[in-house]
T-cell receptor, first 114, second 112 residues
Framework: DGGITQSPKYLFRKEGQNVTLSCEQN?????MYWYRQDPGQGLRLIYY???????QKGDIAEGYSVSREKKESFPLTVTSAQKNPTAFYLC?????????????FGQGTRLTVV | GESVGLHLPTLSVQEGDNSIINCAYS??????FIWYKQESGKGPQFIID?????DKRQGQRVTVLLNKTVKHLSLQIAATQPGDSAVYFC???????????FGQGTELSVKP
């Protein structure tokens, strides 16, 4: 089945450690996005990528890094520089810039710093 | 800067009534708008979208209205059901694609 997959569903990290969240899509979408969601809050954009080997910072990029080496993959690394990393992370994908269509979301990764 | 906001953080309705969820946006250059439904612990699901060259679009039990003059978007749910209980987000995107900006969300609670 076509879709967007995030893994793992739950992730625990010790303070000071980097951790990488996986996001894979087989929808042949050009654009991919990472959002952060805190309890009772909306979605805030971390990074987005319109095409392979290119990405742009969103509104809250500090303490995060991404790569887009393959069309189907857009991993997010939460670095030790992120001061408050505990949150629900959502990945999404959509058709490219020339086709303004909806974004499809994964089921999210809940990251907890212990 | 760009922002998309919702007027009410919570909305409680009786089962069978109609629900109206509102959204204000600030970027007059936005060309495309989407409503999403998010159930607890899950990713947002697409409900309906509308482009800026339209002012109304209907789906199954849902209608989206766009008023570009006052930069306002609304989602109407007919005959609200318990399964409609969730948080609803509006989102906007500028011309030629680009980043998708979300509002804070409205939590809809349906009373039996």
């Amino acid at each position: 089945d076509g879709g967007i997959t995030q893994s793992p569903k739950y992730l625990f990290r010790k303070e000071g450690q980097n951790v990488t969240l996986s996001c894979e899509q087989n929808l042949n979408h050009d654009a991919m996005y990472w959002y952060r969601q805190d309890p009772g809050q909306g979605l805030r954009l971390i990074y987005y990528s319109q095409i392979v080997n290119d990405f742009q910072k969103g509104d809250i990029a500090e303490g995060y890094s991404v790569s887009r080496e393959k069309k189907e993959s857009f991993p997010l690394t939460v670095t030790s520089a992120q001061k408050n990393p505990t949150a629900f992370y959502l990945c999404a994908s959509s058709m490219g810039r020339q086709m303004n269509t909806e974004a499809f979301f994964g089921q999210g990764t809940r990251l907890t710093v212990v | 800067g760009e922002s998309v906001g919702l007027h009410l953080p919570t909305l409680s309705v009786q089962e069978g009534d109609n629900s109206i969820i509102n959204c204000a946006y600030s970027n007059s250059a936005s060309d495309y708008f989407i409503w999403y439904k998010q159930e607890s612990g899950k990713g947002p699901q697409f409900i309906i979208d509308i482009r800026s060259n339209m002012d109304k679009r209907q789906g199954q039990r849902v209608t989206v209205l766009l008023n570009k003059t006052v930069k306002h978007l609304s989602l109407q749910i007919a005959a609200t059901q318990p399964g409609d209980s969730a948080v609803y987000f509006c989102a906007e995107r500028g011309l030629q694609g680009g980043k998708l900006i979300f509002g804070q969300g409205t939590e809809l609670s349906v009373k039996p």
